[in-house]
């Protein structure tokens, strides 16, 4: 067994790959919900930390922000693909807003690391927002702005407007749920939960 390190992938993880489980949502048509693109770091993490918020419908582990069409997992973390490890997340706008999924977004970053979030290094783990229309931009850079002005630091997230968003394979959706001591190991030895409270304190999840 290999433990993660800078550069070393999550491929411990995954030495056993189960069965795709169906991941179901709400009752509600297509019409009433709205999507948007997360990036930070493990798209595992990132699921779990949205499935937690009321109003959030479905999350899809993907690729998004470069300029291969269906890249593979190990396409993407070998590098040269120019996408970075996303989240798709899609929600209940009457229940909550992009303003929100944004507050819970930001503090579950590392939003100094460039190139790397925690454990997992290269450009595919760069953190980024990837708005989908002029309000989702308009207020990720409010809040990008706002985070700069928190820590008067210079903040590394990147905000990119969204071209495609690509599904991981099958056995990435609902991976902490289908694994939850591979993946709680995996979550544990890359210091993303202590990372996370010397960032943001009590604030950190965002939940």
Not at 101 to 112: A, C, G, K, Y
Not at 131 to 152: C, G, I, K, T, Y
Not at 172 to 181: L, T
Request: proline residues 4%.
């Amino acid at each position: 067994m290999t433990f993660p390190t800078l550069h070393t992938p999550r491929w411990f993880a995954l030495l056993a790959l189960p069965a795709a489980i169906g991941l179901s949502g709400q009752a509600i048509s297509q019409e009433q919900t709205a999507s948007a693109v997360f990036a930070g770091g493990c798209f595992w993490c990132v699921e779990e930390a949205y499935d937690k918020v009321e109003g959030v419908i479905a999350t899809t582990s993907g690729f998004s922000g470069g300029h291969v069409e269906n890249p593979s997992y190990k396409e993407v973390v070998a590098g040269g693909t120019g996408h970075t490890e996303v989240v798709e997340v899609e929600y209940d706008p009457e229940v909550v807003d992009y303003e929100t999924l944004l507050h819970v977004f930001w503090r579950n970053i590392d939003p100094f690391a460039e190139n790397r979030q925690f454990c997992d290094a290269g450009d595919s783990y760069r953190s980024a927002l990837f708005p989908m229309n002029d309000e989702q931009r308009a207020l990720a850079e409010a809040s990008r702005d706002a985070v700069a002005e928190r820590f008067d630091r210079e903040i590394a997230t990147e905000i990119n407007d969204f071209e495609a968003f690509y599904s991981a394979e099958d056995y990435h959706q609902g991976y902490y749920k289908k694994n939850p001591v591979r993946y709680n190991f995996y979550k544990s030895a890359c210091g993303r939960v202590d990372r996370l409270e010397e960032v943001w304190g009590e604030e950190a999840g965002g939940v």
